[in-house]
């Protein structure tokens, strides 16, 4: 029922930018999620929490993105971003969008939803 999908990875030089979009069905992200959260894994590393939107609108970024990554939102569209720019060999990896303390429409309960992730390359 829900589903995220992401899109917008690619292959971009250092200093380049990408924006990366988060497209929900089955949920509302303004009604339904608590915050939406893009994380990203780099080769060999552990999955990390890259930037966070709650669902009053505050954002937070870990420290390493801050001044170069922005995570937005669209209800219209029911879409997250992630606007990356002056990017770094160090930003590359796997970046998915996750939906935190998601409650579906009709049911009880916090979930969260994970997509299958979009790869970003940054090359030297």
């Known amino acids: 029922q829900v589903q995220l999908a992401e899109s917008g990875g690619g292959l971009v030089q250092a200093g380049g930018s990408l924006r990366l979009s988060c497209t929900a069905s089955?949920?509302?992200?303004?009604?339904?999620?608590?915050?939406m959260a893009w994380y990203r894994q780099a080769p060999g590393k552990q999955r990390e929490l890259a930037a966070t939107?709650?669902?009053?609108?505050?954002?937070n970024y870990v420290d390493s993105v801050k001044g170069r990554f922005t995570i937005s939102r669209d209800t219209a569209k029911n879409t997250v971003y992630l606007q990356m720019n002056s990017l770094k060999p160090e930003d590359t990896g796997v970046y998915y969008c996750?939906?935190?303390?998601?409650?579906?429409?009709?049911?009880?309960?916090?979930?969260?939803?994970w997509g299958q992730g979009t790869q970003v390359t940054v090359s030297s």
């Open positions: 996750k939906g935190e303390g998601v409650t579906p429409l009709g049911r009880q309960g916090f979930y969260d939803y």
């Open positions: 089955g949920i509302i992200f303004s009604i339904n999620a608590n915050a």
């Open positions: 939107i709650t669902r009053g609108g505050s954002t």
